[in-house]
């Protein structure tokens, strides 16, 4: 049974153009969220985690916002070892570590890129599969 109480009021308006691409569910809150419980019971909940705090990043506006938020997210998304680790290749990682002292708001472009690749190739196919999703084109059918 698919978990439907972390939802707002009814956010749910749009849950069939969900399928007509991963970015149809990334722009919306309600897609956000019901894709994040799909990766949470995939053990991948770190992809749309980083491709979120990439998002956000790219919004900052101040200098010593955005080295901490870099930090931040270098080291609980980016470096060897870290807490919420994302697969990408090792040049890649090298590369942001290389530069992480004087970050950029594109520092993180290229592994954005690669997880997008990722979470649209690999896991959004199986999304429109799994009954958290058809749980809710389900539910927005019923009404």
């Known amino acids: 049974m698919p978990v439907l109480c972390c939802f707002p009021k009814d956010p749910l308006g749009d849950v069939e153009t969900w399928s007509e691409s991963v970015d149809k569910v990334l722009s919306c809150k309600a897609g956000q969220i019901a894709f994040r419980e799909f990766l949470k019971s995939e053990y991948s909940e770190e992809n749309i985690l980083f491709w979120l705090a990439c998002e956000e990043y790219k919004k900052i ?3 010593p916002e955005m080295i901490s938020s870099a ?29 992480i002292s004087q970050p950029s708001l594109t520092s993180f472009d290229t592994a954005q890129k690669l997880i997008y690749s990722l979470m649209a190739r690999d896991c959004y196919p199986r999304f429109l599969k799994s009954d958290i999703y058809q749980g809710l084109l389900r539910r927005t059918d019923s009404r």
């Open 61 to 63: 506006k101040t200098v």
């Open 71 to 99: 930090n931040r997210i270098y080291s609980e998304f980016v470096q060897t070892e870290a807490p919420r680790q994302i697969n990408i290749d090792c040049g890649t990682r090298e590369n942001i570590t290389k530069n």
